[in-house]
């Protein structure tokens, strides 16, 4: 590259920082820090840029090797939030002037003298939840992109709201919705949105503003999973796929020591008992069960899914479970449950779901199909028993079960919207039916396995897209 200096063995460009902004979310940060990654083995100088507030959940623990800039700004806010609109719009207002704070005191700083004394250009990719940061770095004669954490084909589907061509809540019940590139999509398919319907449709569509004024458009999947709507979406945008973005160690490998996303949970447990004890269960005989960091069920499908994994357990003796439950979820559980089912199950209230996911005795995943997850599970080639829950989970378990054909999409069996015991049972039956070798589904999720390590390869697709922008850009 040019205009390149050697550091630690890596050249790195020394007229070049890129600042990748992301959400402070767990969802949002680990698809970014794992591109930010990607970026600086490129040898792109790499700032990942979030705001304070993570600390006080999350520590970012990111190995000296990657030469990754880690810097916070402040969303502290003053004034009284009395709704999630309230929430949405304060913290838009306080962290970007923030953010534009910080762009100005990275012009105003000298290069580091380990470049060369030329000041650097800055390039800003920012979580596309976040839209008003591209005006914010335009205002500073900065390029941006946005990066998108979730699928192209619910990127889609939410551009069409905001281009006004699809409306959410018009739907009738029994008919299907026809969009370019997908297939048809029944009511059920289509995001969900549970609760202040408006604020949060507003905040999510919002995101497709940078679509216009982009030249680039960065997108956590893969070619060879989303073919139809990628190749659409395209030719009208400059849509780049750069996923999956897990660590390299469960991909292409070609990251030294990339065996983490860097984001350690404050109250962790010691992962090493949970794999001690899968250490002891036959290949592909454990339940794999978590609905992420935000999910939070209602007390009667905590029971019903207690119950289904009490009987199947049972029922099926060589099956176990390990079910991942936050601690506020725990009084939910039937009484003496743990105690009762000690023998075939472990319930815990955090794991390394990469390091779970990748281990020999998963059988299955009973997920709520978060994009994060459903990416590790294709990428680490896990069947799937999806429940999802809501925003884009519905589209990515319609996915899962009937596109990709990687899964079973659990049927909901009451007006509550609850997957009952029964419905539970027999799609994670059905997941680990067929003879060995004979099971579609697992055959299925195998061959996607393989193509998502193929795109992170060199000469695979997303490989060629980040060279592609990191030339670009030198």
Not at 87 to 108: I, M, N, T, Y
Not at 266 to 274: A, F, P, T, W
Not at 287 to 295: E, H
Not at 341 to 370: E, P, R, Y
Request: glycine letters at 6%; charged letters at 20%; one cysteine or more.
């Amino acid at each position: 590259m040019e205009n390149a200096k050697e550091n630690g063995g890596r050249k790195l460009s020394s007229n070049v920082v890129v600042v990748v902004f992301a959400y402070p979310k767990h969802g949002h940060m680990s698809p970014m820090l794992q591109f930010a990654k990607r970026l600086a083995s490129k040898g792109l100088r790499v700032t990942f840029l979030t705001t304070s507030s993570v600390n006080q959940s999350l520590q970012i623990n990111l190995l000296p090797s990657y030469q990754i800039d880690l810097q916070f700004i402040s969303d502290v806010r003053t004034e009284p939030i009395l709704s999630l609109k309230d929430e949405h719009e304060s913290f838009d207002a306080v962290v970007s002037r923030s953010f534009g704070d910080f762009l100005d005191g990275a012009l105003r700083t000298n290069i580091n003298s380990d470049y060369d004394s030329t000041p650097p250009r800055y390039f800003v990719v920012f979580d596309s939840i976040m839209p008003w940061a591209m005006d914010v770095a335009a205002e500073r004669g900065m390029d941006s992109a946005p990066f998108f954490t979730e699928s192209c084909a619910v990127n889609h589907i939410l551009n069409q709201v905001y281009e006004g061509s699809l409306c959410l809540s018009s739907v009738p019940p029994a008919a299907g919705v026809s969009i370019p590139s997908l297939p048809v999509l029944a009511v059920e398919d289509l995001p969900f949105f549970s609760y202040e319907r408006e604020v949060v449709v507003n905040f999510m569509v919002r995101q497709f503003s940078s679509f216009k004024k982009a030249k680039w458009i960065f997108v956590n999947t893969f070619d060879q999973l989303e073919m139809k709507v990628v190749n659409w979406m395209a030719k009208r945008w400059p849509i780049k796929t750069v996923g999956p973005t897990i660590p390299s160690a469960y991909l292409e490998g070609e990251l030294e020591n990339d065996k983490s996303y860097g984001l350690k949970h404050l109250k962790m447990e010691d992962n090493g008992k949970i794999l001690e004890w899968l250490d002891t269960k036959e290949n592909g005989s454990v339940i794999y069960i978590s609905f992420g960091s935000l999910v939070v069920l209602p007390h009667e499908q905590v029971d019903e899914l207690a119950n289904c994994l009490k009987s199947i357990t049972t029922t099926t003796t060589n099956l176990s479970f390990l079910w991942v439950l936050r601690e506020s979820e725990i009084e939910k559980l039937p009484n003496n449950f743990i105690q009762s089912t000690s023998h075939k199950g472990l319930v815990v209230n955090w794991c390394c779901q990469l390091q779970v996911l990748s281990h020999n005795a998963i059988g299955c995943f009973v997920t709520h199909c978060g994009w994060n997850s459903t990416i590790e599970a294709l990428s680490l080639g896990v069947p799937m028993v999806a429940v999802p829950q809501w925003i884009d989970q519905t589209t990515n378990a319609k996915f899962v079960a009937d596109v990709w054909e990687v899964g079973v999409r659990v049927k909901i069996g009451s007006d509550k919207g609850i997957a009952t015991k029964e419905e539970l049972e027999a799609s994670i039956q059905r997941v680990f039916g067929g003879d060995h070798g004979k099971n579609e589904i697992k055959i299925n999720s195998t061959n996607l396995m393989k193509l998502a390590k193929e795109a992170m390869k060199e000469g695979g697709s997303s490989y060629k897209n980040i060279e592609e922008f990191v030339d670009s850009i030198i």
